[in-house]
């Protein structure tokens, strides 16, 4: 970078950093950003997959992009930061009190998959566009007033309710393999990619306008037995498997009669073998099976695995 006028002391001038805008050192093993508040001026931090085990951003006010996936960070502290648009740090063992994101209002794109805290509040965040946070430990996610959000996937976690009611601009929702038992989507009137299998659903509401989806993956829930559905005539159509996947017992209707949640459990149903219901890498991105490189098995009894494959 040309900062250090003693190559090899390890320490740099702050008058010869305060003016850098960006730092990229991605799997060089680093294991500590101490003095990185003196890089008063730096606007993108990319310092994925290093050891690093805690990271203090608050002083780091200029920042628009931050991406620190696959690192050990436990705590991470972000502070005021107006600016900051992309945060990555899917991979990173964050706790209870690690993710705090009150204080970074502009953030559009929030990629936290495979942490440890259970709870994500991102309401009243009117900027957030994209939240991906699968695989973890969530059991509870605030989207209220969120109005320009328009991709929402949280699968593998155990979510057990998601209120849509802020979210109208909402165009994609995937939360497969969670515990999930009721969906309403009907005030989401942007909504065409709906991925919500092996979930112990009880009742869905698809009337949200759309007579025809992009994708609707409902299966493997074998305590659902009716979807409200706008058209239940359009819907006799949704036969294309690559497009529609559904269990042969779920009836599309647009009164299927009944009021969350449905007395009907049908727990004999439930197989007992557990099988594959989603494969993500290590930055909680869901991904297909590739050789040679280390991936997260996520199972239907809600177990996860990490698996190298060699070839």
Known sequence: MGVDPIQGDGQVLTSNIDTVTQLIFGTLQIVDLSGIEDFTDLRKLHVDYNNITSLDLSSNVELTYVSIEGNSITNLVLGYLPNLTHLFCGGNPLSVSGLDLSNCQSLQFLG????????????????????????????????????????????????????????????????????????????????????????PLQCVNLKNGFTSFAELYVFNTPNLTCIE?????????????????????ILLRENCGYSCPSPTILTDSIPNEKYVVGIFDLTGRETLSVPNTTLIYVYSDGTKEMVYRFE
């Open 229 to 249: 559905v706008q058209d239940s005539t359009a819907a006799a159509s949704w036969t294309d498997p690559g497009d529609y996947q559904f269990d042969s017992h």
């Open 112 to 199: 936290c998959g495979h942490g440890d805290f259970p709870t994500l509040n991102l309401g009243n965040h009117p900027a957030i566009k994209s939240i991906w946070c699968t695989g973890g430990n969530l059991y509870s996610i605030n989207v209220s007033n969120t109005p320009n959000l328009n991709d929402l996937r949280c699968g593998a976690n155990p979510l057990t309710e998601i209120d849509f009611s802020d979210t109208p601009s909402l165009s994609r929702f995937s939360a497969p393999a969670c515990q999930l038992t009721e969906l309403d989507f009907s005030n989401n009137s942007q909504l065409s990619s709906i991925n919500i299998h092996t979930n």
